[in-house]
């Protein structure tokens, strides 16, 4: 009891700070007081600097302020309406932003300071009305000292002046550190003197025109024509353009697996018993990816540490990634030298070897006064030497766990909340990507600590990381879609002090920022707008919800097959109830206009619709999804499908009373490329009590039609030779096994998916 009340006095405490925090600064300030009257703002905003690095920080945002339409000119010591000072008092990062009507002053802990203050001032200006700006003292300092972007460049070559377009955008959201994963299976990124192949061979893939996961390995005699690589001179003016931006480049080298761009390479990185030479992957790489540098072989150390010379020359930051992820211990198992290896550093496994690798690395960059950032799978080799881990599978436990073990730093990047390859809004109206959802409203509620974390624990988490993996991008625009509005939740959550979030404060400061984003060409998702619906059966109906993440949005409706429009449309206010076919097309709207996309739901009503299904262990929805009179799209993710892995599917319709049956049938998918295959075989079985079951039919479906390479929606029909009598309708659905070779993903394991059951 004391607990909630205390909850609802910090809820309020909470929403109070934020609902008077300016409107339009994001990240949200930590602090914000109301100061008396306005200042007005003179058509040049003039900023005067204390020292050499004050001014050189109010230099670069003064540009960046007339890049987003405030025109800025730094001026000397003398006088000017900003002035910026050095404050003994105030930390790293930390800064004091007075507006007066006679002009602004910001106190700031450092250079960096300076520079988000003049980034507050910033958007403070940019949300101003009628040349006015309210006279307010703001205190600001970041929750997190590592406010992380990770852009893979190695999936897809992204062209320098986007890198830099990039972190400009995020240096204005406070964001502090670029992680360049610049090597991977896909392609080696950075110029390195000593091993030119790794540019000439390993920076080039063969084209292929399937989406990433469905990609056929180079074929002999094919060319590699797609891919690119920077120049260290490139590389070191990113440095310098990132620094002078207060974001420091973390550079990744991946070891010892997703390196198979280094092993195209330099092939004798691998273990001996690896056989046939490899190339640069277009796509997964199906066994290929197995394959990882050799952990036996003395060269590989040497040739890693020539590379780390080349990457530490380039790169001041005092972490380098060493990556440690998904490293298969198949070959490992097998070779000789890593068995050796083992047996002579008294190892118990192929897994405490990869603990020997990540370290022996690790104590390298250590000599050079250099330290170690790698993936949370290094955690699993019991890494003796000091290593920040980065918590990406799951919820990060990996990583919080070593944590708790070793007393040492680590930084949250959990796929499901940080990955921003993820979808971020309702997927029928998404390119198509991976996995499921993080929306901007998902970025934005992230709370990295958890309830059960201990005090010692929370203190050693550095910060928070966005990571943008790069396997469905092709172009620039294809980045910033997926990056842009999520980045700007990402930079709010990661500044804002624990406990203070406000979604509907945020969504007010990003309407400030979208036309600016706009103005500057950035490419921005509008997923934001669109609607999710979720159509559960209830008692032989189909009850429709509908929702939005934006919280400010009506939603409007129609079921005569027009389009929704602003006034003349129905407003959805409850849940719709859907007993017969129709279609119900609904959007949202906001100041009378549509702003998302227009949803169209198809309901076809039949015998099965509205009732229960049970079932042997889908690993989703299975109780509403197969009978809400709803098809699911081609993406087996899309929420509207029923999926088990790996097994047999038993799925049984209750009709509720002994019905007629003239058809049945089941809808099911198959996209090989995403290791989901139609059953082998499904047998349809009818019964009047629900115990005993007479087999109807069984049919089977050949290999082709199983594995097809692009997804494919395959309804099974079955109609009955007579009249059939039933009240319960059994499936048994037999899973295809393993893609077979000849396929992209041969050798994977495969999905069940089904949606819809219908019975006529
Ligand atoms: C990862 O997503 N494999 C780090
Ligand atoms: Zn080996």
Redesign the pocket.
Known sequence: MKQSILLIILTIVASVAASAAPVGVIPQPAGWHSGHGVAEVPPVVTIAAGDKQLREAATVAAGQMAATGIEARVAGRGKAWVQVTASPTLGAEQYRLTVRPEGVTVEAGDAAGAFYALHTLRQLLLASQGGTVECCTIDDAPRFGYRGLMLDVSRYFIPMEEVKRIVDIASMLKISRLHLHLTDDNGWRMEIKRYPQLTTVGAWRVARDEIFPGRMNQREGEQATVGGYYTQRELRELVKYAGARYIEVIPEIEMPAHAIAAIASYPTLACPVVEKPVSVLPGIGGKDAAIVMCAGNDHTFGFIENVLDEVMSVFPSQYIHIGG??ASKEHWNRCPQCQERIAAERLADSEELQGYFMDRVNRYLQSKGRKAIG?DEVTYGNPKEDIVVMG?QGMGANAVNFAAKSGRRFVMTP?RKLYFIRYQGPQWFEPFTYFGDNTLADVHGYEPVQPDWSEAVESQLWGVQASL?TEFCHTPEDVEYLLFPRLLAFADMAWRPKGSASWSHFERSLDTWLPVLDSMGVTCAASMWNLYHKAREAKGKVRLALSCIRDDVEVRYTTDGTEPEAAASALYTDTLTIAQTSTVRAATFAQGKRKGEVLTLNFGVNKATGCRVTGNGATNALEYVLTNGLRGSNRCSDSEWAGWHNQTAEMTVDLGKEQEISKITLGTLANSTLCVAAPAVVCAYTSTDGCNFALLRSVALDKETRFAREARIIDVSIEPDSVTTARYVKFVAVNSGSVPAGYAREGSPTWLYFDELIIE
Do not use: F, T
């Open positions: 992820d998904e993936w990406w796929a993996w």
